[in-house]
DNA sequence: AAAACGGGGCT
DNA sequence: AGCCCAGTTTT
């Protein structure tokens, strides 16, 4: 059966009106009091957006004020530089988040004379906006009454309205679009998908929901059963792949370190590192035949001063992380330079690497 | 439809 | 170690 022949099923037991007006009056009085929310400036709102996803707000709360300070409207984002941006995202993760929004940014300014805009259509074109963040700017920003459905939000359906599909195919993110169309109030469509999301961030948590304290407890298919840590129903995903590498801080005679810039496209895309040797291709003896023909450096090998471990979502990397000096022969390298170890903050690291910064920093 | 794409917090 | 989190893009 397709959504919107279900929807009616599923709403049937629903009172609409007075599940509106728990939900909103809850979240009126309970809102936790965030930056983004001391206006409805739709650019703001947009960032945030962008840096909530898959991010937790704790996290997200001072990159944010960096980020508005430092890029305060549309105009100083779409001038800025793609590295000062992506040194502004630093940590956080995802980073073609953040090239994607300056992309999507740049547009706002030649198409739409700076303006955000609000026709869904226009909107859901832009470099990173997906259905999600369309529907949440134009709610939240805009007043209008579009779904914006995340995981909270499709945690906190599935239980009320005890819906047991799985939330990780699309097919059921479609499905609660359409309840919201029904559900949503057209009064204050704001604070109704934020407070969905909101009580899916404070109240009904994955493991352990606070039901009692729960403001549409009375409405709740899966609290009447008592089911609701069943839901909702998740296929899990197979775990990562282990990738062993040799981390190198190699330093010259002039005490400055090697770095490189990833390349373009893929993982941790424009952002710097330390050299790493894939163990998988490499022998470890062979490692300065290897280094010689990737960087025209003849290097020897020191001691081995940590071992790091990074868990991405789809893959682990071991890394053994090793001094290096140059002994001899000139860097031959298209993304690779010395610099010096004061030099190197200014570019932007991933975590996996700056967890070798302290064998390095003066 | 499935995989790629980060990082941190919790259990 | 596994799961979760205010998802989108690419294949």
Redesign the pocket.
């Known amino acids: 059966m397709k959504p919107k022949e279900r929807v009616p099923f599923l709403l049937n037991h629903t009172n609409i009106d007075a599940f509106q007006d728990d939900l909103i009056s809850w979240f009126k009085k309970e809102q936790r009091v ?1 930056p983004w929310r001391e206006n409805q400036d739709p650019y703001r709102v947009w960032v ?2 962008i840096m ?8 997200v709360i001072p990159y944010f004020n960096h980020f508005m300070s430092r890029f305060p409207n549309p105009k100083a984002l779409a001038d800025a530089d793609e590295q000062e941006v992506l040194k502004a995202w630093e ?6 988040r953040a090239r ?1 929004l300056q992309n999507a940014v740049r547009e706002v300014v030649e198409s739409y004379g700076g303006v955000v805009p609000d026709d869904p259509d226009e909107l859901g074109k832009l ?8 529907g ?1 700017i134009l709610s939240i920003a805009y007043d209008t009454p579009e779904p914006a459905v ?3 939000v499709m ?1 906190v359906l599935s239980r009320i309205l005890y819906v047991e599909d799985d939330i990780s ?3 059921t993110r479609k499905l609660f679009e359409a309840l919201v169309r029904e559900l949503i109030s057209k009064e204050d469509p704001s604070a109704f998908n ?1 407070g969905l ?2 009580l ?2 404070l109240i009904c948590t ?2 352990t929901p606070s039901c009692m304290l729960c403001p549409v407890q009375d409405h709740c298919r899966a609290f009447e059963k008592g089911a609701e840590t069943e839901l909702p129903i ?1 296929a ?2 197979k ?1 990562q792949k282990k990738i062993p590498y040799l981390l190198l801080l190699i330093e010259n005679d002039k005490g400055e370190v090697l770095i490189e810039q990833r390349p373009g496209e ?4 424009s952002l710097w590192q330390y050299p790493m040797v894939p163990l998988e291709d490499v022998d470890e003896e062979s490692v300065p035949v290897w280094m010689y023909g990737e960087y025209g450096l003849k290097v020897e090998l020191g001691e081995k001063v940590d071992h790091v471990r ?5 893959l682990i990397w071991e890394m053994d992380v090793v001094r290096a000096v140059v002994k001899s022969g000139s860097l031959d390298h298209e993304r690779a330079k010395f610099v010096t170890p004061e030099a190197m903050l200014d570019y932007p690291f ?3 690497h700056q967890k070798a910064h302290p064998y390095i920093s003066p």
């Open positions: 965030l945030s957006e909530l996803q898959q991010t937790r707000v704790d996290t940590g956080l993760g995802y980073y073609s994607n470099k990173g906006v997906g259905p999600y963040t369309k949440a995340d995981g909270n945690r195919k699309q097919s934020q999301m909101e899916g961030a994955p493991k998740k899990s995903k775990k893929g993982l941790l895309a990074h868990v991405f979502s789809h991933p975590v996996s």
